[in-house]
């Protein structure tokens, strides 16, 4: 199956199969957990499997149980796939136990020499993640991509495109998966994630917090984001219950989007229940919508989600939501709305 936010990389791979241009070295792009090692098993089963990725055949079956978080329990230098002609390369764990930051030159030797040998299909080598090379193990490999061998095709998966050498990035077609806002993926990760989280959270706002990436969003959900955002909530209710209080806001801090949405929900709550007027709800967050005007609400939420959609910009994140957190602590007895720097201007 494909991702939808994968659609238009997969679409560019399946032209380059189509007109029979696959590269010998290709490049496959896109930030951590945006789902490089899928993409990049989909590109081997369109390659590989007779029935154009059937899912069934025994070649996707087998595929189907590489698993990149898999087997990390042992040193692996190069580990073969349940595909005999497919092997990966990738960091090891080192003598300490913990994975190694790098890939070095003994194991891109190794995955060389393993791709070197003649097979009569198509011989395929990963390596995950190529920004992990270090530079005797780039150059090694430097070697294998200038002399390019019928039937082999090697896939590099990086997160950062700028940490590989240009030598490198020249010999390689590349492909880049973009993080994505689009409805499609919001409904994805809406079947995706708990019941309980999809009634409270609204899938769109829960991917712009992610930067447009869902794994993420599902990754952040399992560990301990819930007492984070619950800890947010608090905080962001102490400050406009409390304005004149002085309040330590470190646990914003890295985490200024995410917090900016925390803001827009409970502002869209607040708003729901003066409007409609019901009781029930955060006794805190009653308190605040009780003295706060429903127009200067409407503003910041505006503003709120101005400042969110800013984050794919330069714009300096932790000022952007200091400005948003001024008006938010005056919200319950402000007598003018204020023009929130960074936000009007652009
Ligand atoms: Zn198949």
Known sequence: MILPWHKSAFSKLKKMIDLNHVPH???ITGVEKIGKFALMQELVKILLCENQSCGECELCLSLKKDNPKEDL???AL???SHYPNLIYCRTEINDSGSMSKEIRIDQVRTFCEILGKTADALQIGVIFYADQMNANAANSLLKTLEEPRKNTLIVLLAHN???LPATILSRCQSIHINPTYEKESAVWLSNHIDENVSADYDAMQLLEGAHGVPQK???ELKGDYFFQYQGWQNLLLEIANHPIKAIETEIFDGNEVQVLSCL??????GIKLKVVKHDGGNIELNRV????PSDYLFKLLDDTSRA??????TVNMKLLLDNILIVWSHITHLKKYPTITNIQEI
């Open 217 to 219: 969003v599902i990754e």
């Open 25 to 27: 070295a290709l490049l």
């Open 78 to 80: 190069i580990r073969r």
């Open 308 to 313: 969110i959609s800013l984050s794919q910009t």
């Open 264 to 269: 827009q929900n409970l502002i869209t709550e």
């Open 289 to 292: 919508i009780e003295k706060a």
């Open 73 to 75: 329990g042992y040193s």
């Open 161 to 163: 495109i700028n940490s």
